[in-house]
Each structure stands twice: as C-alpha cells, then as structure tokens.
C-alpha cells in the first residue's frame, strides 16, 4: 500500500506558502499605494498651483482643511479672550499664512482688522466673519477697503474670523456709530447653529470663559504638532467612515426645515440690536465655500422681510445673491475662501446697491468719486 501521507503534507506546505506569498504581495500593494498616495499629498501642497490639474482636487481639499490649514482665532499670537464675544483678533501687527497665501495684519484697538482712524464716526460698518475679515488677502485687497477707495467714505472693518451674526451684532454695540449710513452684513451658512442657540436660550448668548478659551487653543496646538508620516492617509480614511456613517436622510431633513429659519433668526437678532438702525441702510450678502453659495437664503430673506410685520427699515434691507456673481476663478483652489478677485466682484456689487440708496437727512461729510 502506498503511503501518501507525505505527498497531501507536501501539498499543504506548498498551498500554505502560496497563500502566504499572496497575503504579503497584497500587503506590499497596499502598503506602497499608502506611501505614494502620501509622497503625492506632500508634493501637492508643497505647490499647490498644481492641484487644481490633478483628478482628486476635492479630496486634497478635504485633506487641506482636515489637517494642514492654520486657523487665526485658535493661535494665542494672534487672538485674545473677549467674555462677551470669547475672542477678538489682538490689537498689534501679525503674519497669517497658510498655504497659498501669506498676508499682514493690523488689528486696531477694537480687536478688527482695520486702522484706528476707522474707528472715528465711521459711515459704513462690515460686520461678518472670515470672508469679510479678509482670509487670505492683505488689508487693503478686502471688500470693505475697496468701498473704502473707491467710494471715499469711511468705511470700518469690524469682520472677525467665525463669529455668528449675534457676536457679530454685539461687535456693532461697540462701534461709533453717531455717523452710521450703512450696515454690510455678511452672513454665512454656518452662522445659523449660533443664532439658533442665542434664541433658543432667551436671548442670551453662550459666553465661554477663559479656560475654555485657553483650552481650545491648546488642542488646537496638540492637533497642529502632531505631524507624522501618514497623516493625510489617516485624516482620508476618518474622514471616509464619518461620511458613510452620516444619516444623509436627516441630513436632507435638517436642511430643509432650516433654510426658512436661517432667514427668521437672522431678521430676529437685527431687530435686537442693541445699535439703533432705524435711519440705516442695511446691505446683506451671503458668503460661503466655493460651490456652496445659493439663492435659498437669499430669497427667503427677501420674502420674509417684505410680507412680515417689520419696521422700514428691516424691510428696506437689500439682499445681494453671491451665487450669481461668484465661480471658481473667485476662490483659492485649496482654501474655501474667496481670493482677491473675489473681494473685487462683491465690492462692485455692494457699490451699486449704495449709489441707488437716497442719502440720509443728515447727508454725508464724503461724497462719491
């Protein structure tokens, strides 16, 4: 009788090894997609100019505002602990980078990216966040200094980096407003959580102190330090589970009960200013990310103001739809903010509503060029 036991071992061993060799060459694959998807990030932000030919712009995008972006109000150097507002931009001169730009600040007393002579009775004011602050571009490329210029009014920057229209409202009570002829609004999609809260709450704002104040940059800090080989295919693959995990019904949802709301919250936090506005005209326009811009706010806005209940001067408030005025060539390619060309079209378009307002009973001490 034959013995065949060592042939089945044999065939075993040789079908084990096979395995094996398949497991590791998979691995190998893996591995080395992983470390070229990695070399290839690093390269595209080394020279971000080129991003926008690669096929993968979205996610670079992603990877960008994830885990590379410098953000100001989370930088001691740059912001300060307000108990009213959590922080304003600090008062001095300062640097603020990332990777496509590179631009100068100086902050006046107010904690606002504007001069003190702006501060004197000033008769146009720009209160919103990021996009009127003027993320990315120096100071004078900004919407409000372009108004500024070309229409010789004083116009005072009070924008601050992320603030709601609340905080934005409360920014305007400190502003000298004995001249006041104009308000510019800009508002923004994300400004909608922090208005509901101040509603929600009986009218009172969230005030964050100071440790928690210290506490976020200090994980913002960590966050920014821990820089290792892998990170963007980490900061990738995170960001791939949350979106399979999102509830994309309740998403749709949300959305579309709250674009009604946006528009009640924001008209319901004008009507609490604590600034008089009833000789102001009031321009809005909304700003957001790159693709993300609509009329939905826009138009109900418009409708809400002009059916509602409310005093002239609410509803006299002029609406500009950014997303028909705006397109990529208006927007950094990594960044989602708005370049200098950007600051551009919306100052033209803020200067055209303000030629066609009827000056006020007192007139003005400037006079258009």
């Given at each position: 009788?034959?013995?065949?036991?060592?042939?089945?071992?044999?065939?075993?061993?040789?079908?084990?090894?096979?395995?094996?060799?398949?497991?590791?060459?998979?691995?190998?694959?893996?591995?080395?997609?992983?470390?070229?998807?990695?070399?290839?990030?690093?390269?595209?932000?080394?020279?971000?100019?080129?991003?926008?030919?690669?096929?993968?712009?979205?996610?670079?995008?992603?990877?960008?505002?994830?885990?590379?972006?410098?953000?100001?109000?989370?930088?001691?150097?740059?912001?300060?602990?307000?108990?009213?507002?959590?922080?304003?931009?600090?008062?001095?001169?300062?640097?603020?980078?990332?990777?496509?730009?590179?631009?100068?600040?100086y902050v006046n007393q107010l904690g606002t990216r504007d001069d003190e002579n702006s501060l004197i009775s000033p008769d146009a004011v720009v209160i919103g966040d990021s996009f009127a602050m003027g993320w990315g571009v120096q100071q004078d490329e900004t919407f409000a200094q372009v108004i500024e210029h070309k229409s010789n009014l004083?116009?005072?920057?009070?924008?601050?980096?992320?603030?709601?229209?609340?905080?934005?409202?409360?920014?305007?009570?400190?502003?000298?407003?004995?001249?006041?002829?104009?308000?510019?609004?800009?508002?923004?999609?994300?400004?909608?959580?922090?208005?509901?809260?101040?509603?929600?709450?009986?009218?009172?704002?969230?005030?964050?102190?100071?440790?928690?104040?210290?506490?976020?940059?200090?994980?913002?800090?960590?966050?920014?330090?821990?820089?290792?080989?892998?990170?963007?295919?980490?900061?990738?693959?995170?960001?791939?589970?949350?979106?399979?995990?999102?509830?994309?019904?309740?998403?749709?949802?949300?959305?579309?009960?709250?674009?009604?709301?946006?528009?009640?919250?924001?008209?319901?936090?004008?009507?609490?200013?604590?600034?008089?506005?009833?000789?102001?005209?009031?321009?809005?326009?909304?700003?957001?990310?790159?693709?993300?811009?609509?009329?939905?706010?826009?138009?109900?806005?418009?409708?809400?103001?002009?059916?509602?209940?409310?005093?002239?001067?609410?509803?006299?408030?002029?609406?500009?739809?950014?997303?028909?005025?705006?397109?990529?060539?208006?927007?950094?390619?990594?960044?989602?903010?708005?370049?200098?060309?950007?600051?551009?079209?919306?100052?033209?378009?803020?200067?055209?509503?303000?030629?066609?307002?009827?000056?006020?009973?007192?007139?003005?001490?400037?006079?258009?060029?």
């Open positions: 009788m034959i013995n065949t036991k060592p042939t089945i071992k044999f065939h075993l061993v040789t079908k084990r090894r096979k395995i094996i060799k398949v497991i590791a060459i998979n691995f190998a694959l893996i591995a080395l997609i992983l470390v070229t998807t990695e070399v290839f990030v690093t390269l595209c932000f080394a020279f971000p100019s080129v991003c926008k030919y690669t096929p993968v712009l979205k996610v670079l995008r992603v990877l960008y505002l994830k885990g590379v972006r410098n953000v100001i109000q989370f930088i001691p150097e740059y912001t300060k602990y307000d108990k009213d507002l959590f922080y304003t931009l600090k008062p001095g001169s300062f640097e603020f980078y990332n990777l496509e730009f590179k631009t100068n600040y004083k116009v005072l920057n009070a924008a601050v980096s992320s603030y709601g229209t609340i905080r934005e409202m409360g920014m305007l009570a400190r502003v000298d407003t004995s001249a006041l002829r104009y308000l510019i609004i800009q508002y923004s999609d994300n400004d909608f959580n922090e208005n509901k809260a101040f509603l929600g709450n009986e009218g009172a704002f969230f005030a964050y102190g100071n440790k928690m104040f210290h506490h976020s940059l200090k994980l913002y800090s960590q966050r920014k330090k821990r820089h290792y080989f892998g990170k963007y295919i980490h900061t990738m693959i995170s960001g791939l589970v949350g979106k399979c995990s999102y509830d994309e019904t309740a998403k749709f949802e949300e959305g579309y009960t709250t674009k009604i709301e946006e528009a009640e919250a924001f008209v319901n936090l004008l009507m609490k200013s604590q600034v008089n506005l009833q000789d102001v005209e009031i321009i809005v326009t909304e700003l957001n990310s790159y693709g993300n811009n609509d009329s939905d706010f826009v138009g109900n806005l418009n409708r809400i103001v002009k059916s509602g209940n409310y005093p002239e001067y609410i509803k006299n408030i002029r609406v500009i739809d950014s997303s028909k005025i705006l397109n990529k060539k208006h927007y950094f390619i990594l960044d989602d903010h708005i370049n200098k060309e950007g600051h551009e079209v919306i100052a033209g378009e803020i200067l055209k509503v303000m030629q066609n307002y009827k000056p006020n009973s007192q007139g003005s001490k400037h006079s258009w060029e």
